[in-house]
């Protein structure tokens, strides 16, 4: 099995050279790939059988902007009319033995040793738009309940130490207590 070590919180590079070392060299399609018929580039992408999964990292301006939102969003829809799978890895989640399965439905032996959620951030859900918000509850449902609860855990750290005004919007204050 391919072991992996990222240190540190994820970042896209550290993301793409993980990527790369566990499909390997010839599955690997490369980074910065032009989204046919667009100015726009996907992230990296990589082929295995003949199946193509295209890799978006998202920081915390695809939360934040509609408009960032919107080519996401036609990024995605070229993508799925080609055939290809797409995996947008949010960035308060990090790559782990178990994000690796959920997300890509690989297995490799990942050595990771910064926790999931909103630790080296000062970009919290509070500053998302309202379309941020609503992926971010999506997002944050799909994940297994172990990632689910460490994220949740950062946000509850993160209230208690910034109040919860500045860290959650109204909407979501709900899900962590002050």
């Not at 990589?46 to 695809?62: N, Q």
């Not at 797409?86 to 782990?96: G, N």
């Not at 944050?140 to 208690?160: E, F, G, H, I, T």
Request: with cysteine.
């Amino acid at each position: 099995m391919t072991e992996v070590r990222v240190d540190g919180y994820l970042v896209q590079k550290k993301l793409e050279d993980a990527l790369k070392a566990i499909v390997g060299n010839s599955a690997w399609e490369g980074r910065e790939l032009l989204v046919p018929g667009t100015r726009r580039r996907w992230d990296m992408a990589y082929e295995l059988g003949s199946k193509v999964t295209v890799v978006e990292f998202d920081g915390d301006a695809h939360y934040r902007d509609p408009l960032k939102m919107k080519v996401d969003n036609e990024k995605d829809v070229t993508a799925r009319s080609l055939g290809y799978k797409v995996v947008r890895m949010p960035y308060w989640v990090q790559l782990t033995n178990q994000t690796l399965q959920h997300y890509f439905g690989l297995s490799a032996e990942i050595y990771q040793d910064f926790p999931h959620g909103f630790i080296a951030t000062k970009l919290f859900p509070a500053s998302y738009c309202e379309m941020g918000i609503e992926r971010f509850e999506r997002e944050l449902s799909s994940l297994p309940n172990s990632v689910k609860d460490a994220v949740m855990s950062s946000l509850v750290d993160r209230c208690a130490e910034h109040g919860a005004d500045y860290v959650l919007p109204r909407k979501l204050r709900c899900i962590a207590p002050q």
